[in-house]
């Protein structure tokens, strides 16, 4: 369990209704079609019709998410063309957008160890072979485990009602 510090401890004194970062995050990622398309984005697809046929979404529907995802910067434009085409668009990867990776194989690892019939894939060091798995690590290096893990403020800004 993380445990709340300083102000954060007294619950009944604040609410992280509307400043909780995984409340936002949800607000524009939080639905299966964009965590679907960044996984694609993740495997190198980059081309719109490829992204509407591997999430299985229609055109409008990736449309729409993939304007969302430039926006929020996940993704961005980059134009390209083929040999006797016309000028398309293709997205690829931003910096916040591989930032934001280990939380799509986060869920990759959860549901793989916690979901019947899904044992099959592995995320794989491709170094020296070893499987690959999410972490959560401090800035010191060390291995944080849950029972490790706390919240604190580090700015002068309050939660919503607290102390």
Known sequence: MTLLQG??????AWS???????EKTMEVLGTKSAMLIMREAYYGTTR??????????????ASARLGELVELGLLR???YREPGQRSREEYVL???????????????EW????????????????????DAQVQIRCTKGHLVSPDELGMRLVNSKKPRGAP
Do not use: N, S, Y
């Not at 102000?7 to 009944?12: E, F, I, V, Y």
């Open 77 to 79: 434009r980059q134009p």
């Open 94 to 108: 931003t910096e916040a957008g591989l930032d934001f990776m280990p939380v799509v194989w986060a869920m990759f």
């Open 16 to 22: 992280p209704i509307g400043e909780c970062a995984i």
């Open 48 to 61: 719109f019709d490829d992204f509407a046929r591997r999430v299985g979404i229609t055109k409008a529907a």
């Open 111 to 130: 549901g793989r160890r916690h979901l019947p019939g899904r044992d099959r894939l592995r995320l794989t060091h491709l170094t020296c072979g070893g």
């Open 7 to 12: 102000p954060l401890a007294d619950r009944d």
